[in-house]
């Protein structure tokens, strides 16, 4: 069995970046870092309650060791 994962993704909006979680638009700023920040602060508050998620970031593909 496995459950659900909501995905929260940092993208691109209107020439800045913003968090867009279920269609809606929150957390906007011009500095992708602040919104990454804002994105992992909802994904931490969502899994606490129980609700596994995960975080993307437009243009970022993940972490890879080199």
Same mark, same amino acid.
Do not use: P, Y
């Given at each position: 069995?496995?459950?659900?994962?909501?995905?929260? #993704?940092v993208?691109?909006?209107?020439g800045?970046? @913003?968090?867009?979680?279920?269609?809606e638009?929150?957390?906007?700023? #011009?500095?992708?870092?602040?919104?990454? @920040?804002? @994105?992992?602060?909802? @994904?931490?508050?969502m899994?606490?309650?129980?609700?596994?998620c995960?975080?993307?970031?437009?243009?970022?593909?993940?972490y890879?060791?080199?």
């Open positions: 069995m496995t459950q659900e994962r909501t995905v929260i #993704t993208v691109r909006h209107d800045a970046w @913003a968090v867009q979680l279920d269609g638009l929150f957390g906007h700023s #011009t500095d992708k870092e602040v919104c990454k @920040a804002a @994105a992992n602060r909802r @994904a931490r508050d899994q606490d309650g129980g609700r596994a995960q975080v993307k970031v437009m243009g970022e593909l993940g890879f060791s080199s």
